[in-house]
């Protein structure tokens, strides 16, 4: 009974905070913030490159910059283009030398309550060790290593040390299949993979070594794989390509300086879903990288790194874990929590205990993730102590307000501000977020562009600026810093894809937005055939690909539909070959297909049997129809269809698995 009474005060309190429009930053905030004056905004669009400049020295290089930006050969833009630094450096070494080397880097926490601290001494020594590891085993500047390894320190460690020789690192994110890992080893030509022997995952062991030895061994390429020991997962080693990490480590020299690197050097390639099925291998350089996520890292969070504790619950897989778990915090030398496992285990408010166990201050997740706190209920938040928290944040895909609000009153007892940032692989850093000691927030609005950023709306047809109210393509019209600088390999297809719609100086993000009278900007979503699922980016192509490989599939074609828990989820419209009859053990079986070529957060959610799809003369499938039928909307035009009745038909048959539902 009590517990109702508490959840229907909740709603009216949230009734209550709907009502209001804009949450100022509150007085205490402001009264201890880095910036807490508009000026910023106004310095930096005085000269934006010069303020990118004054964000560049704040690094520590070897040699600093004199030059800005190269942009004459547009889109290919140079940043700090004269200046040397390494990021293992900037990430450690500074901090050492500066006498903060006892400081905690991260406070890591395994899956079954382990703990380890890990000081800014501590990785200084192990990077230093795996780097000349590395070069031990014949890898050095330029080649690319691939890491496929779960939340534990040891990816932190190798990451950095294939900066600290000048190795761009290739992380796969553990989530991913065997099969994607080899795909994406492959198309960079990956010399080395370092992983682990397995992984945990709420209780149970996936026995990842074995899984990569099932689809790496004819990959020429890769000369080396160098295996973690987390687990008692059994693996094999094979001579003279295996060798265990522990082993290399006990042998290595303790002393590797790092390499001095041109500021273009490339730091690492992450592969993100396009529009077509083939990952894009996103390139991005070292210095403006550096500076575009250290400069957002440090005044988005209102960084003070030697009171605050900070909290990045995503991936290292993902850009956000290479952004803010590891290159911008440890550029700025902060304190975070590395958590090894899932938000649900082994409790449903183990972030909040967690938050209350080191203090946390600044704790940044994703919408999906707040979604489903909410359906777990306010008792596992509210049992803990979250009073040290004094700044949220989000990422990875639109926050409904209602989220936003549950997030504003039950985690940040209503005195956090909460910064709505929107980014992508492509950007590296930040870009359209408020500043949380100056901008007042609006609920589900990621508010203006960072300082030094330009963005804006324009209309699909001629890139013309749209008035305020009107939907259309979002645009970036300078370029930044930590923008990534081609696809690896694909430089025609990096043109293609971002700076050919509106010219070579026009970045074309993909997603559709539309400012307010205010000028606050409003994301509205993907416009290509792009899906975030659980704030997951995923291609329908690739999906499709995935479902189609199957052999008992003539053709497939999937599309995003929206979903109250995953923001979007997969919907699957698929045709049997032959005479096959659609049964539930056959959308079983496509689904686990589907997990194993990909990733089993890839498996469609729904599966709709079709006898044909929908498709225009040309042969093209028409996906906003299945849009519109998959979520029960009126079907847009059909008269360009080659056979107009392929919707009937699926309209009756979703009909009917509605009835069968209810
Ligand atoms: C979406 C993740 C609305 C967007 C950092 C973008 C967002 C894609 C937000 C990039 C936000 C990210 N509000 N949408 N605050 N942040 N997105 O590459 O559609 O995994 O294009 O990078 O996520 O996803 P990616």
């Not at 100022?24 to 807490?36: C, G, N, S, T, V």
């Not at 106004?42 to 520590?60: M, P, T, V």
């Not at 079986?589 to 070529?597: A, K, L, N, Y």
Request: charged content about 30%; hydrophobic content about 35%; overall charge negative.
């Amino acid at each position: 009974m009590a517990r109702m009474e508490t959840s229907s005060n909740l709603e009216a309190e949230l009734d209550r905070l709907l009502e209001i429009e804009r949450f100022d930053p509150p007085e205490e905030f402001r009264e201890h913030a880095l910036l807490a004056d508009r000026s910023v905004y106004e310095e930096a669009e005085r000269d934006w490159q010069g303020w990118w400049l004054s964000q560049a020295k704040e690094l520590s290089w070897f040699k600093e910059p004199t030059e800005t930006l190269d942009d004459s050969d547009p889109p290919f833009y140079k940043w700090f283009a004269d200046g040397k630094l390494n990021a293992s450096h900037i990430c450690l070494d500074q901090h050492v030398e500066a006498g903060n080397g006892e400081r905690v880097a991260f406070h890591w926490r395994g899956e079954e309550g382990e703990e380890r601290d890990l000081t800014y001494a501590d990785l200084h020594r192990d990077v230093q060790r795996f780097a000349n590891a590395l070069k031990e085993l014949g890898i050095g500047k330029g080649d690319i290593v691939g890491i496929y390894l779960p939340m534990i320190p040891e990816v932190v460690v190798a990451m950095l040390a294939c900066a600290r020789i000048g190795a761009p690192h290739n992380v796969v994110f553990g989530g991913f299949s065997a099969d994607s890992v080899r795909e994406r080893m492959e198309f960079s030509e990956a010399k080395a993979l370092i992983t682990v022997d397995g992984a945990r995952r709420k209780g149970k062991t996936a026995p990842i070594k074995q899984q990569v030895d099932s689809v790496m061994a004819d990959l020429d390429t890769i000369e080396h794989i160098i295996v973690v020991k987390h687990t008692d997962a059994e693996c094999e080693m094979k001579d003279g390509r295996d060798v265990w990490y522990h082993e290399v480590m006990e042998k290595a020299d303790t002393e590797c300086p790092a390499e001095e690197l041109d500021a273009e050097h490339p730091l690492y390639v992450l592969y993100t879903s396009g529009s077509t099925g083939k990952p894009k291998g996103v390139l991005h350089t070292t210095g403006g990288y550096l500076t575009g996520v250290a400069s957002t890292h440090r005044y988005v969070f209102d960084l003070h790194p030697d009171e605050d504790v900070y909290w990045c619950s995503a991936d290292v897989g993902w850009v956000t874990g290479h952004s803010y778990i590891v290159y911008g915090p440890m550029a700025n030398g902060a304190t975070s929590v590395m958590f090894e496992g899932a938000p649900d285990y082994p409790h449903k408010g183990i972030w909040w205990e967690l938050c209350e166990r080191y203090g946390v201050t600044i704790f940044y997740t994703a919408p999906t993730a707040i979604r489903a706190c909410i359906k777990w209920g306010t008792e596992h938040v509210e049992k803990f102590n979250l009073d040290k928290l004094r700044l949220l944040g989000t990422v990875g895909e639109p926050i409904n307000p209602k989220a936003w609000l549950w997030y504003h009153k039950v985690v940040g007892g209503e005195r956090c501000p909460i910064v709505d940032t929107w980014w992508q692989t492509e950007t590296g850093q930040i870009m359209i977020t408020p500043l949380p000691g100056i901008v007042s927030t609006k609920p589900g609005s990621a508010t203006f562009p960072y300082p030094g950023i330009a963005a804006t709306v324009v209309d699909e047809r001629e890139g013309k600026e749209l008035e305020p109210g009107e939907p259309g393509l979002l645009v970036l019209t300078r370029p930044w810093p930590a923008m990534l600088r081609t696809l690896y390999r694909e430089d025609e297809r990096f043109i293609e894809q971002y700076f050919s719609k509106f010219g070579k100086e026009t970045y074309l993000v993909g997603d559709g937005a539309r400012k307010d009278e205010d000028g606050y900007f409003w994301i509205i979503g993907r416009i290509d055939d792009v899906v975030n699922v659980s704030g997951h980016r995923l291609s329908t192509a690739e999906v499709e690909s995935a479902i189609v490989s199957h052999q008992k599939v003539a053709e497939a074609a999937v599309i995003g539909q929206s979903d109250e828990d995953t923001g979007q989820a997969i919907c699957a419209f698929v045709t049997l070959e032959g005479d096959l009859e659609g049964t539930s053990e056959l959308e079983q079986e496509i689904r686990d297909h589907v997990g194993s070529r990909i990733g089993k957060f890839t498996r469609p959610k729904r599966i709709i049997w079709a006898d044909d799809l929908p498709k225009t003369r040309s042969g093209k499938i028409m996906r906003r129809l299945l849009r519109d039928i998959a979520e029960g909307r009126a079907l847009g035009d059909v008269t360009t269809l080659r056979d107009p009745d392929v919707m009937s038909q699926l309209e009756d048959k979703i009909k009917a698995e509605q009835a069968e539902d209810d």
